[in-house]
């Protein structure tokens, strides 16, 4: 599993050539911006700045200048002239607790979130950018955590997700509070980490009476406490995440589905436990199938658009690489579904991603990418319940590289937009693992 991790983010991590398209995206705002207002200021903030992102994230802008009242619309109207913006995706939400401009990007189909005169996004950056400094396994976690939860529907705030900013509070709490000490090595073990982060927020966290707060080293707070230092009529939200920055500022205030999150943690912690136990190796297929497949995986479309990418952007010497720099290709799967005794319905094919012979090495083996098949095990929705029974096919709630339904000039159409799309290997796997719980928590996984 710490293998897999490994090579996940080798994987997902942003590329160059993904780097260079948004800041074009970037800078044809930008451009519109100043057209308005010569001197007004735009500066990038949350996952993009902080390189935290996913190729299907999104770019906060923030825009700094005086006016009486905020110009949402007037930057609204001129983005739709401009044609910056697709047409059906510019919205404004002038009512939320910041207001903001909310558009997806005409030719990239990168959305962007645009606010004016907030200037905690841009110090959250630099708070993120230090956690990540001291905590060298955060954005391992972060990366792999943001993917469970895109796949789930439970990463926008605006429908009671969680997000961004609040995941990586919750990551830092758990490093902060963990009873290791090399909890800030580089060479822990990450797989035991991931499980022991959802046993912890998927069973054993109290989120009725308990707040999380990251200043002065971390702890954990009582919400009666907080709530006597509250205004009447309010108190703290079922997800209270202290925001380290303006104490006063509850994160996770608009949370409203923490409880749905709880419950897909709960059903990670209970499929990687099992896949890790010492009874693993008596599994069908235990060789040949992923771990961390089981709980999360790319789809097809992502990769499309990662290619589509890489064509546009990339350098030209990029362009004579295998599929997504990473010696990866594309091939139906009917061997997968055979070998992970998941025969898809409707005749329906599920696309894999096997390793091309000459595989970029993770950082700790010469193994080449993770195996991120889909399989009975891997349903991207919670349980119904804190049990590990869930009720649906992967396909259901699998997010999508793109909103829109515009296809750009240039990119492949997306014939199979639900198909999972997965990383192979052809590691033996190893799964003389030890289970995070107990007494054999530092084992390996």
């Known amino acids: 599993l710490h293998e897999e991790v490994n090579d996940f983010y080798e994987y997902i991590s942003p590329r160059p050539e993904e780097e260079k398209m948004r800041l074009e995206v970037v800078d044809r705002i930008k451009g519109v911006i100043h057209d308005l207002w010569p001197s007004a200021e735009v500066q990038v903030f949350g996952s993009f700045s902080t390189g935290l992102y996913l190729p299907t994230s999104d770019i906060d802008l923030v825009v700094f200048g005086k006016w009486e009242t905020l110009p949402l619309w007037t930057l609204e109207e001129a983005l739709r002239k401009r044609n910056v913006a697709d047409e059906n995706s510019i919205k404004v939400l002038d009512k939320a607790t910041v207001p903001i401009i909310k558009l997806t990007d005409s030719f990239t189909e990168v959305k962007v979130d645009i606010s004016f005169n907030v200037k905690s996004g841009v110090k959250a950056a630099r708070l993120i950018k230090e956690f990540k400094e001291k905590y060298p396994v955060l954005p391992y976690l972060v990366l792999v955590l943001k993917q469970f939860l895109l796949q789930r529907d439970l990463n926008e705030v605006f429908t009671g997700g969680i997000g961004s ?55 954990y707070v009582a919400k009666d406490e907080v709530q006597k230092n509250m205004m009447d009529g309010y ?79 990339g350098s030209p010497s990029q362009n004579d690489l295998p599929l997504n720099r990473n010696d990866v290709t594309l091939f139906e799967s009917q061997q997968l579904d055979e070998c992970n005794n998941n025969v898809p319905d409707d005749d329906e094919d599920v696309a894999v991603l096997p390793s091309a012979p000459h595989s970029k090495t993770s950082s700790n083996s010469s193994s080449p990418s993770p195996s991120l098949r889909s399989s009975p095990s891997s349903s991207p929705l919670s349980p119904s319940s804190t049990s590990s029974t869930v009720s649906s096919s992967d396909a259901d709630s699998d997010g999508t590289p793109c909103k829109t339904a515009k296809q750009q000039p240039g990119r492949v159409s997306s014939a199979h937009r639900e198909k999972p799309a997965v990383v192979n290997n052809h590691r033996t796997q190893s799964h003389t693992t030890s289970t995070p719980s107990g007494s054999n928590k530092g084992g390996k996984v």
């Open 235 to 313: 108190r703290p939200s079922m997800l209270y995440i202290e925001d380290p920055l303006q104490p006063d500022n509850d994160v996770g205030r608009s949370s409203y589905g923490a409880m749905q999150v709880k419950q897909a943690f709960d059903y990670a912690y209970v499929v990687l436990s099992h896949a890790v136990s010492p009874i693993a190796k008596y599994y069908p297929n235990n060789e040949t199938e992923s771990i961390l497949g089981r709980i999360i995986r790319v789809t097809q479309e992502v990769d499309e658009y990662r290619e589509w990418i890489r064509k546009n952007w």
């Open 165 to 219: 900013y609040s995941l990586f509070l919750m990551a830092v709490s758990f490093l902060q509070l963990h009873y290791r000490e090399d909890v800030c090595s580089p060479n822990i073990n990450i797989g035991v980490l991931l499980i022991e982060f959802f046993e912890l927020y998927g069973r054993h966290f109290n989120y009725l009476k308990t707040g999380i707060r990251i200043k002065d080293g971390g702890c």
